[in-house]
Every structure is written in structure tokens, then in C-alpha cells.
């Protein structure tokens, strides 16, 4: 230390004499004067400074709307992959601030530009019926309509917008078939707008032939989302995506976490609705999923017995899949009908869940969605064609539910997908019921599986290397790549 301070003192510049102010400002000025190229160019300097010139503030027209959406847009899809309203309207403030409004009046200016965002550049095609438009707040529709739309040369009024400063987003584009999607992306790019591809490729196929985000993925890559949200346990976040990629160690926390329950089928059944019941008194969103409608027919009808206990149901209405319903009965619609609306764009659709709050005379319901809280009349012949009990459903009908817990019952014959979609149902816990005994007919007991039975971790090992993915296209589309 010493010998550093020795040397900044040896070597460092010696002071000037003391100076005067008069005489300190003169040498400044020279200086300066020296750096900028001359005394008329140190008085612009200091105008400057002194008097800055003020930049007229943009006046926010109808033009400037238009130009702030498109670069509001543009920073956000350079930036994610996928966002929601909150993104978006974090932006536009970003932008009014600039603008010389009052505070009473931006916030109307920035609704509408999340609006102009949103509603004329952003669209939402749900390949099945998803929940992005409630996420994000972006109109939406499906995939059926637009092509329905299309063969039919009536368009409706937002795919007549669809331009060059469209961006077009289809969620669940895995449980689209590969002509429906080829259809929107080709509508879509003819018209010069840019197509976003959102799905999991290892959740269920769809009816039609698929597997198109698998060759995308193979042959152009895809960008992959790691982090998962719905899950209150990151040990279980983990075990899902190991799951989806058939790993079998994935079981080990399943396993470990005595999540896998075994028995003959009256058994497990009998035990999956018992620990329904448990969570539903705990004040947790249950549900139960089976690989059968009859099952599932008979698992609601059990649950709304139990629900009812003692007390008379009040007026009754029979719903398609045989059971009756009454005021506090949580149902699940099974067809879309665009003419039931909740509001301007949105309607009832297959898989929501509704709970009744009234049963008309004449079989009508009126209804409260258990998601969005909005409500809407349900005729008579809608809930006599459409509807069921919602307190358990099929494994296909669930892919778009998420409860707090889940209780599924498997055969030991599901596949990789049906297993992963089952166990990423629930937030908090999942648990499977696993077939493990023979149902007792006589002319199975000499089948090999019933002579030297598999334990419930070979069945289970059996069902993650069951992959039932639809087979590749021959020649995926450039153009939906």
C-alpha cells in the first residue's frame, strides 16, 4: 500500500497555481471552446442546455392507434413465444406514456390499443375446445368453423379481417386432423398473416388423421416449453414430463408417493369415488375419470346420490346420458351450440362444466360455468340430446379440465398418451386406480396374463411403452412448418 501511494505521487501531473474564479472560468471557456471548435460553438451548447428544444408530443388519432398496435405487436411476438392481456396492455402503457393525453384519458387510450391488439390482430383457432381465449382474452373460434366456413364461402367477420398484421394462434393444434389444419394455415398465409402452432404432440390424437406437429418437430424444430404452471408440487411437475416422454422411471413418483392404488375393478371404483368424496369435503375441485362412458355414467350417478344424501332434490330433469339432475348438480355440456351465448364470442361448447342454478317446467336449465362464472339458458332439447352429469368423465372428454385433484380408474390397456393426459389433470394431486384382478370370468382364467399376473409396476411399464401418437404424413406441408 504504501509503496502504490509512493508511486501515484511520484508520477501524477503537478497542480497549477491558485487561480481565481475569474481566471478558472476563462480557462474552462478556452477549453472548451478547444473541444468544440470555438466560442460560438460553446454559446449554441449552452442555449441548448438552458432552453432545450421540446418535441411536439404525437397526437393519438386513429392513425397513430393503428401504427402503435402494429409495434406493440411486433416487441411482443419478438420477445415470447405466447402471451396473454396483461402483456399486451403493459406495452401499450409503454407507448401512451409518450403521448400527451391526461391521466383520465389514457387509460381509455390504452384499453384501446389491447383491444386493437388483441381483437384485430390476434386470433385464436381452438382445435378443440381450449381455454386460450379465456387466458388471454383474444377472440376466438375452432378450427370446424373455419373450415366449415370456408367450404361454404361465408366467412365470418374476423377471417374476413385476417390480413398481413394478423397474427393467428391455434391452440391444441395436436388434436387437430392434418386437412383441417392444413386448411386454416393455408387460408391464413394466403392472406399474409403469420400462423403460431400451440399443442403436445404426446396428449390424445385426434379422430382424424394427425401427427403433424410430430413431423414438424422431427424435421424444422419447435420451440419447447419446460416450465409447468398448473402443478402445486414441482416433484410432480417433473414425474409429468418424464411421463410424456415414456420414461419409466417417471413411476417412481407415482409409486413412491402412494398415488397408484390396485384392485379388482368393483374395488378400485368403489375406492376412487371414496377418495372423491374426501376432497370434496376437504372443499377441493375433484373429479373422477374412467376409460368407459358406462362407467363414468354409473361414478355420477353415484356421486350425485351421495350429494343428495337424505334431502329431496326438488325438481327433476333427465339429462342423455340417463341420470337426473337438479338445482346445485354440476353438468357437462357435450355439444357446441353457437346459437347459446355467453357473450358476443363465446357460446356453450363440448366438455364445459356447468353447476344449475334453476330447472324450468318445461326441461329447461339455467346454468353458471364453474370456470367463467358466466350463465346461460339451456332449452329443453339441448339438455335432453347434450348434457351429462359432470362429476366424472371419459379420459378424451377431460383433456381440456384442470381440477385440484384427480381420481382416474385404468384397465392396464390405455396408452402412453391416455396415462399423461390423466395424470396432468389435477393442480395438487393425481391418483390412479389400477385394474389388477380378473373379472372373474371363467373362460379367461387360462390366458397367460391370468395364470402368472403382472405386477401393477409391469402394467403400468406396459402402458408407457404403448405409444399411440398417429403415424407421420408423408410429406408434411412447408407451409405449416
Do not use: C
Amino acid at each position: 500500500m504504501h509503496l502504490a501511494q509512493q508511486a501515484t505521487l511520484e508520477t501524477r501531473e503537478a497542480k497549477h497555481e491558485p487561480r481565481s474564479l475569474a481566471e478558472q472560468r476563462a480557462t474552462w471557456l478556452n477549453e472548451a471552446a478547444t473541444v468544440l471548435g470555438g466560442p460560438d460553438a460553446v454559446t449554441s451548447m449552452v442555449q441548448t442546455a438552458l432552453a432545450p428544444h421540446r418535441e411536439t408530443a404525437p397526437i393519438a388519432d386513429s392513425h397513430w392507434v393503428a401504427q402503435t398496435a402494429d409495434h406493440i405487436l411486433a416487441v411482443i411476438e419478438g420477445s415470447r413465444s405466447t402471451w396473454q392481456m396483461w402483456h399486451v396492455r403493459a406495452e401499450a402503457q409503454r407507448q401512451v406514456r409518450i403521448v400527451d393525453v391526461t391521466a383520465e384519458h389514457a387509460t381509455g387510450l390504452v384499453d384501446l390499443l389491447v383491444d386493437e391488439v388483441l381483437d384485430r390482430r390476434s386470433i385464436a383457432l381452438t382445435a378443440h375446445d381450449g381455454v386460450l381465449a379465456e387466458q388471454t382474452g383474444i377472440r376466438s373460434d375452432t378450427l370446424a368453423k373455419l373450415t366449415w366456413s370456408l367450404d361454404h364461402g361465408e366467412l365470418p367477420d374476423w377471417a374476413a379481417a385476417v390480413g398481413p398484421s394478423t397474427l393467428v394462434i391455434i391452440d391444441e393444434a395436436g388434436m387437430a386432423d392434418t386437412l383441417s389444419l392444413d386448411t386454416a394455415v393455408q387460408f391464413a398465409i394466403r392472406r399474409g398473416a403469420n400462423v403460431r402452432l400451440l399443442g403436445d404432440d404426446q396428449q390424445l390424437a385426434p379422430v382424424g388423421a394427425g401427427g403433424v406437429l410430430r413431423d414438424i418437430t422431427h424435421s424444422y424444430g419447435a420451440l419447447q416449453l419446460t416450465e409447468l404452471h398448473r402443478f402445486t408440487d414441482t416433484a410432480e411437475a417433473a414425474a409429468s414430463l418424464a411421463l410424456r416422454d415414456g420414461k419409466p422411471e417417471a413411476l417412481d413418483f407415482y409409486l413412491d408417493h402412494g398415488r397408484v392404488h390396485v384392485g379388482d375393478l368393483a374395488t378400485t371404483t368403489q375406492d376412487a369415488f371414496a377418495a372423491w368424496v374426501s376432497d370434496r369435503a376437504a372443499g377441493l375441485d375433484a373429479i373422477m375419470l374412467a376409460p368407459t362412458r358406462k362407467l363414468v355414467a354409473e361414478l355420477n350417478r353415484q356421486a350425485r346420490d351421495h350429494l343428495l344424501g337424505n334431502h329431496p332434490p326438488g325438481r327433476e330433469v333427465r339429462l342423455a346420458d340417463g341420470n337426473q339432475a337438479s338445482v346445485g348438480d354440476v353438468i357437462i355440456t357435450r355439444g357446441n351450440d353457437r346459437r347459446l351465448r355467453l357473450t358476443a364470442t363465446d357460446w356453450v361448447k363440448n366438455g364445459d362444466r356447468w353447476t344449475i342454478t334453476h330447472v324450468g317446467e318445461d326441461g329447461d336449465l339455467a346454468v353458471r360455468h364453474n370456470r367463467s362464472h358466466r350463465t346461460v339458458q339451456l332449452p329443453a332439447d339441448y339438455v335432453s340430446t347434450s348434457t351429462g352429469l359432470g362429476y366424472a368423465s371419459t379420459i378424451h372428454a377431460a383433456q381440456g379440465v384442470t381440477a385440484d385433484t384427480m381420481h382416474g380408474l385404468i384397465t392396464g390397456q390405455e396408452s402412453r398418451q391416455q396415462l399423461y393426459t390423466m395424470l396432468t389433470r389435477g393442480r395438487a394431486a393425481n391418483h390412479l386406480y389400477l385394474q389388477v384382478v380378473g373379472d372373474g370370468d371363467p373362460h379367461s382364467l387360462i390366458r397367460p396374463d391370468s395364470v402368472v399376473p403382472r405386477t401393477p409396476t409391469e402394467l403400468l411399464e406396459q402402458i408407457l411403452a404403448r405409444d399411440d401418437t398417429p403415424p407421420p404424413t408423408q410429406r408434411p406441408s412447408r407451409a405449416i412448418a
